[in-house]
């Protein structure tokens, strides 16, 4: 099977930062796109940004320049960098992995993963 597992998160003041990393583990040949989503109380998941695996990235409109997503290929990982932190960024951010072709027994995929999710509170 395929795991992801997130670090980073936590609270923050206003106008910080934070980073949050993500790991995919699993006999993995080869994620589609990695990315992070967020939901906040009350609110629908939403995609936050996303990157593939040929760099092509696509990020929420609210978080454009002050967020920004990398990948590491080869070691199946991703890292958002957020920066100019606001209260309205509170939420829990969940990594995700997309198109993943794997191997169990067989070949599998392509399928997609989550993370546990990991809190991100902005606040004074």
């Known amino acids: 099977q395929v795991q992801l597992v997130e670090s980073g998160g936590g609270l923050v003041q206003p106008g910080g930062s934070l980073r949050l990393s993500c790991a995919a583990s699993?006999?993995?040949?080869?994620?589609?796109?990695m990315g992070w989503y967020r939901q906040a109380p009350g609110k629908q998941r939403e995609l936050v940004a996303a990157l593939t695996s040929i760099g092509d990235a696509n990020y929420e409109d609210s978080v454009k320049g002050r967020f920004t997503i990398s990948r590491d290929n080869a070691k199946n990982t991703v890292t958002l960098q957020m920066n100019s932190l606001k209260p309205e960024d509170t939420a829990v951010y969940y990594c995700n992995a997309e198109g993943v072709i794997y191997m169990t027994d067989y070949v599998m995929g392509p399928d997609d993963f989550w993370g546990q999710g990991t809190q991100v509170t902005v606040s004074s």
């Open positions: 699993g006999s993995i040949f080869h994620i589609n796109a």
